[in-house]
Nanobody, 121 residues
Framework: QVQLVESGGGLVQAGGSLRLSCAPS????????MGWYRQTPGRQRELVAD???????NYADSVKGRVTISRDNAKNMVVLQMSSLKPEDTAVYYC???????????????WGQGTQVTVSS
């Protein structure tokens, strides 16, 4: 029943910056991994970055040095700060989270509805 609410997508010129945020609606018991994937038509969804509850991060090679992922565990929020954006960053970006909804259930992965990021040349 968890819904991940995303914000921050939009249109930006090449070289610009954008900040994506994601947090679950309502309350959850715990969230392990949180992160962002992206997808374009005709291509499979690919990892952009993720972060564990302890703050360990993982970045796609294509975005290293241009993207920073962070999280606020108190707010259950993950933030993807993107800079030096390139046209090839254009995609629908999907938030995901490995969520434990309550004490009696295991962790399960949930996805946001996706937010469009368009980088113009």
């Amino acid at each position: 029943q968890v819904q991940l609410v995303e914000s921050g997508g939009g249109l930006v010129q090449a070289g610009g910056s954008l900040r994506l945020s994601c947090a679950p609606s309502g309350s959850v018991f715990s969230i392990n991994v949180m992160g962002w994937y992206r997808q374009t038509p005709g291509r499979q969804r690919e990892l952009v970055a993720d972060i564990t509850i302890r703050g360990n991060t993982n970045y796609a090679d294509s975005v290293k040095g241009r993207v920073t992922i962070s999280r606020d565990n108190a707010k259950n929020m993950v933030v993807l700060q993107m800079s030096s954006l390139k046209p090839e960053d254009t995609a629908v970006y999907y938030c995901y989270a490995d969520v434990r909804e309550d004490y009696y259930r295991p962790y399960l992965n949930y996805w946001g509805q996706g937010t469009q990021v368009t980088v113009s040349s």
